[in-house]
Nanobody, 118 residues
Framework: QVQLVESGGGLVQAGGSLRLSCAAS????????MGWFRQAPGKQRELVAS???????NYADSVKGRFTISRDNAKNTVLLQMNTLKPEDTAVYYC????????????WGQGTQVTVSS
């Protein structure tokens, strides 16, 4: 069983930056695909970015060029660097993980609030 704990959320002005961190424990972190999701009030949860154990990344079109996902397998950590933040980036951000053979993310953190003011 993998446990995930996010940190790094907060309040920032539009155009600013935040870095989210997710610490994993309880599993073989390096083989898991990790993702960052977000959910804004009244909206469905969406996948923002993902990274495989080998480092391949994918991004939602809305964050391409602004967000960067990375991982440090030695520290069991995945990061989300968010630059040029917009008010529409305001949401609760969740870290999630899955094994490559899984078709859904099986492990979830508790979420961290990101609020971008205009």
């Amino acid at each position: 069983q993998v446990q995930l704990v996010e940190s790094g959320g907060g309040l920032v002005q539009a155009g600013g930056s935040l870095r989210l961190s997710c610490a994993a424990s309880g599993g073989i972190f390096s083989i898991h695909t990790m993702g960052w999701f977000r959910q804004a009030p009244g909206k469905q949860r969406e996948l923002v970015a993902s990274i495989t154990g080998g480092g391949n990344t994918n991004y939602a079109d809305s964050v391409k060029g602004r967000f960067t996902i990375s991982r440090d397998n030695a520290k069991n950590t995945v990061l989300l660097q968010m630059n040029t933040l917009k008010p529409e980036d305001t949401a609760v951000y969740y870290c999630a993980g899955r094994l490559p053979i899984m078709d859904r993310y099986a492990y979830w953190g508790q979420g961290t609030q990101v609020t971008v003011s205009s």
